[in-house]
C-alpha cells in the first residue's frame, strides 16, 4: 500500500553529471585513440589513399616471414623480459617487504626510501647509467670485479647477444624493484597485531610465521603486483630505446614488443614509418595484454581467498 | 646545444625582422634548412659574399630544427608559404618533393655541368634525367690514424691491404695502443664505417653499385662478401668488450691517444682537430695490390633546390648558380671541415687533414654508399638489415656468407628490377 503512493523515484541525473567528467577525460585519451588505432590496422595506403584491407595487414604480419620472424622474435624477448621479471623483482620485492616490516630492524625508512627511488628516475638516466656502469672501457663494473678477482667473470654484457636481453632485464628489475616492495610493506602493515599474537600464541613465530600466517595474507597483493608487472612488461619500450637503440641490437636480441612497433610505426633511418602495420603491431599487443589480464580476473582472481578482519 | 639552437633561432628571428628594411625594389629569398649550426657561416661569410656580388638580392637563411625540419617543410610547401630556396636532403624524401612539382627542375642551370654525376645522383630521378637539387657537400670515408703512434713504431701509411694488416699486427704486437677504435654496439659504425668504408674497393664503386641497382649483380655475388671477409678478420684488433663499445667511446679511445687507427667518415674532422693532442693523418682504404685503381665513398649529404612556387624563381636561379661556383665551394668547405664540396673544380682548403681526405677523389673514384639510393624503400629496409649484419659478422655471430644471404633474401621480398 505504501509503497504504491510513495511517488515515482526522480531521475538521479546527478550521476550522470558527476559521472560526465571522468568518462569523457577518458573516452577523449583512451577509447577514441584505441579505436583508432583498431580502425588505422584495417586499413592501408594505397597511392596515398588509405583503402579498407580488412585483415591484410594481420594476414602480413603473420604471413610474410619479413614481419612474422621480428614478431615472434620481439614476442619470445619479451616473455623472457616478463619471467625473469616474475622471477627476480617480485620474489625480492616480497623478502625486501618482509625485513623491513620486522620490528627489529633499525633505519628502516632510509632503506625503504633508497630502494624505491630509482623508480623515479628516468629511463634515459637509467639506461645511460647502466651503460656506462657496464662499459667495459670506462665502467667501474669491470674495476669492482677486479678487486674481488672476478674480472675473468667480465664480459661486455649489453654488447653480446646470448647475455644482453638478460642484462636490460636486471636493470629493469633494479629500478623498479621498488614498487611490489612498497605495495606488500603495505599489505604486511594492514595485518592485525590480533592475528599475529594468535598466531604467536599456537607457537608459530619466525619463517613459519612469514610461510603459514603473512604470505596467504599477502596473497591478492601479489597477484595486483603480477598483473602489474605482466602489464608493464608488454609495453615497456624505453629502458631498450635509451640503452640499446631502436634497431635493439646486437642482432635484434633485445628487441621487445614496443621496440618492434616504434620501428614499424615511426621507421628508422631510411626505413619510411608504416603507420598501419604499426597499428597492427600495436592491436596484438593490446590483445596480449588483455588477455593476459582476462586469465588473471577470471582464473586467479576468483580463487584467491579473502580475509576480512 | 639547446642554447646553440635557441640562439640560432633567436638569430634567425632577427634577421627575419631586418629583412623587412630592405629597399623596396630588392628582391628578398628565404632559404629554408635544418643547418642550424651553420647559421653564422651563411650569415657572416656566404650570405655577404653573395650580396657583395649581386646588389639588389637580399637572401635570408632561416633554419628550423633537423628533427622537424621534413614535417614543418610539408606543411609550409602545402600552404604556399615556404621559403624561395630549399635544403636538400639526398635521396628519397627530396625525390618524393620533386614528384609532388614542389622542387624546380634544375637539370638546365647553368653551373650544373661543375658536378660530376656521382654528385648529383642524390638529387636526380631514377633515371637520371632531371636533377632536382645544386650538391652541396658531401662525407668521404677513410682510416684517420695516429701519426705519432706510427712514427714511434715505424709502421709507413698503408697502401694495400697486407700492409693494413701487417701495421695491426705490429700495433697490437706492441701492446701500447689499441690496434683499431671501433665498436659494434651502435650497428652503424659497423656499417658506415666498416661495410661502406671498404667496400666500393671490391664492388668498383659505381659500377658494383649500378650493377646491383639494374639486378645484374647480388649481394651474394663475391665482390659484395668480399668486405665482409676483411671486416671479419678486424676482429682481433679491436678494443676489449669491443661488443658494448658505443660511438662516443670509439671517438674518446681515439682522441684520447689509446687506439692508433679510427675508420672514419670525414665529419670528424672539426672534433678531432680539437680534442686530439697528437698529430693525425688519414689514408683511404687500402687496394689489394698496388697500384690498382682505388675507390672511396664520397657520400652526398646536403644539396639545395628551387621551390616551384617562388616568385622570385629568377632571383633564387642566379643564387643558386653561385651555390654552384667555385666561389660557394670555397668559403663552404673551409668553414665546415670535413663537409667537401662536391664542385668538380678543386677547391683550396686549410685544413691538412681535410686537405688530405680531399685529395683522394684526384687518384681514386667516387661513389656513394651503395644501400641509399633506390634499395632501401621497402621492407626489410636494406641499410637497418646491413647495420644489423655488419655488427654480426664482425661479432661473430653470422658468417660473411650468412649474413649476405640474409641481406639478399631481404631485398628480393621487395626489389625486382626490371631486366
Known sequence: ????????????????????????????????????????????????????????????????????VGFWNALRNNTWFFIIHMLVQNPIGVMLAALLSSPRLRFAAFYRTAIFVPTILSFVIVGFAWKLILSPLWGVAPHLMDLVGLKSLFTPWLGKEQYALTALSLISVWQFVGIPMMLIYAALLSIPEEVIEAAECDGITGLAQFWKIKLPLILPSIGIISILTFVGNFNAFDLIYTAQGALAGPNYSTDILGTFLYRAFFGFQLQVGDPNMGAAIATMMFLIILGGVCVYLFLVQTRLRRYQF | MTTKLLTALLLGTSILGSAGLAHADDVTLNIESWRGDDLAIWKDKLIPAFEAKNPGIKVVFAPSAPTEYDAALGAKLAAGSAGDLITCRPFDKS???????????????????????????????????????????????????????????????????????????????????????????????????????????????????????????????????????????????LGDGFEAQTYPDSQNLFTLGRAAIYPAGSWEIGLFNTQAQFKMGAFPPPVEKAGDTCYISDHTDIGMGLNAASKNADAAKTFLSWVASPDFATIYANALPGFFSLNSSPVKMEDPLAQEFVSWRGKCKSTIRSTYQILSRGTPNLENETWVESANVINGTDTPEAAAKKLQTGLDSWYHPAK
Open chain 2, 95 to 237: 625525390l618524393e618533393l620533386f614528384k609532388k612539382g614542389n622542387l624546380a627542375d634544375l637539370s638546365a642551370l647553368p653551373g650544373m655541368e661543375n658536378f660530376s654525376p656521382v654528385a648529383k645522383s642524390a638529387w636526380q630521378t631514377d633515371d637520371g634525367k632531371a636533377s632536382f637539387c645544386v650538391p652541396m657537400a658531401s662525407v668521404i670515408h677513410g682510416f684517420i690514424y695516429n701519426k705519432d703512434a706510427f712514427d714511434k713504431l715505424g709502421i709507413k701509411v698503408p697502401e694495400t691491404r697486407d700492409e693494413f694488416f701487417a701495421a695491426l699486427d705490429k700495433i697490437k704486437a706492441d701492446g701500447t695502443y689499441i690496434p683499431m677504435a671501433m665498436g659494434t654496439k651502435d650497428l652503424w659504425e659497423a656499417a658506415t664505417m666498416g661495410y661502406q668504408n671498404i667496400g666500393p674497393n671490391y664492388w668498383k664503386g659505381e659500377d658494383g653499385r649500378a650493377a646491383l641497382i639494374k639486378g645484374d649483380q647480388k649481394l651474394t655475388d663475391k665482390d659484395w662478401v668480399a668486405p665482409y671477409e676483411e671486416l671479419a678478420k678486424w676482429k682481433p684488433y
Open chain 1, 1 to 68: 500500500m505504501a509503497a504504491d503512493i510513495r511517488p515515482k523515484r526522480p531521475f538521479r541525473w546527478h550521476i550522470g553529471v558527476f559521472l560526465a567528467p571522468a568518462v569523457l577525460v577518458y573516452t577523449a585519451i583512451m577509447i577514441l585513440p584505441l579505436a583508432g588505432t583498431l580502425q588505422l590496422s584495417l586499413f592501408r595506403n594505397i597511392e596515398q589513399h588509405q583503402v579498407f584491407v580488412g585483415l591484410e595487414n594481420f594476414r602480413m604480419l603473420f604471413g610474410d616471414p619479413n614481419w612474422s
